[in-house]
Nanobody, 120 residues
Framework: QVHVVESGGGLVQPGGSLRLSCAAS????????MGWYRQAPGKQRELVAI???????TYAASVKGRFTISRDNAKNTTSLQMNSLKPEDTGVYYC??????????????WGQGTQVTVSS
């Protein structure tokens, strides 16, 4: 079993900051990419940021320059630092881990999501 757990969501005013954290645990053997996705009410889930095991990152155009993704390979964790938050950043943020357990194929693992609300 592989478990992915997010933390750090909450309510913040426009212009504020939040830091999301995600930890993968259990029988995970190897991790490739780790990333963050979000889903706003009535919209499809979209990519926010992703980081490869060797470090290269990709960001959605809407968050570039404001959000920073990082990871700790030794701890199987990833974080998303979100600055200059806007109301349109509101949504449920999901952590995604692309990895595998020993003897199993590569697959996506998802956390349960954490709510981020940007409102005055």
């Amino acid at each position: 079993q592989v478990h992915v757990v997010e933390s750090g969501g909450g309510l913040v005013q426009p212009g504020g900051s939040l830091r999301l954290s995600c930890a993968a645990s259990g029988s995970i053997f190897s991790i490739n990419a780790m990333g963050w996705y979000r889903q706003a009410p009535g919209k499809q889930r979209e990519l926010v940021a992703i980081i490869a095991s060797s470090g290269p990152t990709t960001y959605a155009a809407s968050v570039k320059g404001r959000f920073t993704i990082s990871r700790d390979n030794a701890k199987n964790t990833t974080s998303l630092q979100m600055n200059s938050l806007k109301p349109e950043d509101t949504g449920v943020y999901y952590c995604n881990v692309y990895g595998r357990s020993r003897g199993s194929p590569w697959r996506d693992y998802w956390g349960q999501g954490t709510q981020v609300t940007v409102s005055s």
